[in-house]
């Protein structure tokens, strides 16, 4: 078991055993009730600006609560919409329990990724009109009935695609293309391996890999259960290496070969093993740290295979080279409309059961993308 993900597991579970699932009060994120007066006819009323419901992280590792916060005014260029469904990633937990490299001040809204409608538009958005369908990426505030966003950081949604496969696209299928396509170049006919391959991001690059790329893909996971789903969604060959080693298991699978692709997000000794296996000119990407252990790269290695170890970012092509980041998701989407790929939405929780979604990703319970209902 990743020690990361069990250490957060076992104090969500233990927060939310402990702590009220729902603080509903008509208040924002500081504890205050603001009341603004109107006019009419030269009489004073007092009134309540309309307000959504949003899970707030008060107080870091502790759980979250649902509470009512007062909608924001738009500017010229943004977009009001009323989100329907939000995926929950690691990066989520890991900011709620002040351990992500993007520090949040209290209180927060967590959420990267949403689906959902679009309510209102600010005066200079020609993108997207009311009443449209869109996805959307944020860095925090999308767990909730509301969020508004840059007009540049929305997509529609195409016709035939449900809310709840278009919210899984952005952060794992735009990660899965982004490092299958745009870091590894992976070529038709290469041997792709993924690693944590039974998670969001995993499956999503099994997926691509395979139905989209035409890559064999070999899926590395931590049980049967999960190979055999990463098996269902593409892959070629499985190796549970909770009981065999991965290294000489891919020897065995390859012919001594190796691997000319690896996708890893769990980094320690999987990802040593895993840049051990590649072919010559092989070429791994880095993608994240799931087993909470940061490995070192013999640069030896690198010279006697010729082989490349590259980084992913996923978050930091937005800002780095949007067209870039932008042409992921464009293409997630088309695929996504043409049955290339098929989305797996693992669980589905309430917003009020925000905890028990977290604690259901930190417990390692979860395969393919959990997402929050909020519609």
């Not at 009443?131 to 509301?146: F, Q, S």
Request: glycine share 8%.
């Amino acid at each position: 078991m990743a020690r990361a993900g069990a250490r957060l597991g076992l104090r969500w579970q233990a927060g939310v055993r402990s702590a009220a699932r729902v603080e509903s009060c008509r208040r924002n994120g500081f504890g205050q009730e603001p009341l603004s007066p109107i006019s009419l006819s030269g009489v004073n009323f007092l009134q309540h600006p309309r307000a959504y419901r949003a899970a707030l992280c008060t107080e870091l590792t502790k759980p979250l609560v649902v509470r009512d916060v007062p909608s924001s005014s738009l500017q010229s260029h943004e977009v009001r919409v009323r989100v329907r469904y939000c995926g929950v990633n690691f990066a989520d937990i890991l900011a709620c329990q002040g351990l992500y490299q993007d520090k949040h001040s209290l209180p927060f809204t967590p959420g990267m990724e949403f689906s959902g409608d679009v309510l209102e538009t600010g005066v200079e958005v020609s993108s997207v009109k009311e009443g449209e369908r869109v996805i959307g990426v944020a860095h925090t505030k999308a767990l909730a009935e509301e969020y508004v966003a840059d007009q540049k950081l929305l997509w529609k949604i195409p016709h035939g695609v449900p809310y709840e496969e278009a919210a899984v696209l952005p952060v794992s299928y735009g990660t899965a293309i982004l490092a299958l396509e745009h870091r590894a170049h992976t070529q038709p006919g290469e041997t792709v391996l993924v690693t944590a391959a039974a998670g969001a991001t995993g499956l999503a690059t099994v997926d691509v890999a395979s139905s989209v790329l035409k890559a064999k893909v070999i899926a590395a996971a931590g049980s049967d259960r999960k190979c055999n789903l990463a098996l269902q969604k593409g892959a070629s060959q499985s190796v549970n290496y909770s009981r065999a080693g991965l290294r000489e298991e891919l020897k065995k699978l390859t012919a001594y070969k190796g691997v000319d692709v690896a996708i890893d997000t769990i980094g320690g000794d999987i990802f040593k093993e895993a840049l051990h296996s590649l072919a010559w000119e092989g070429r791994i990407v880095v993608v994240g740290f799931a087993g909470g252990t940061i490995p070192s790269i013999p640069a030896n290695l690198l010279l006697l295979k010729n082989i490349s170890a590259l980084g992913l970012y996923w978050g930091r092509y937005r800002d780095q080279d949007f067209p870039v980041f932008s042409s992921a998701l464009s293409s997630a989407l088309r695929y996504c409309q043409e049955g290339r790929i098929q989305p797996h939405v693992g669980a589905v929780f309430k917003l009020e059961e925000v905890n028990e979604a977290f604690a259901h990703v930190t417990q390692r319970k979860s395969t393919g993308k959990v997402i929050i209902s909020v519609s």
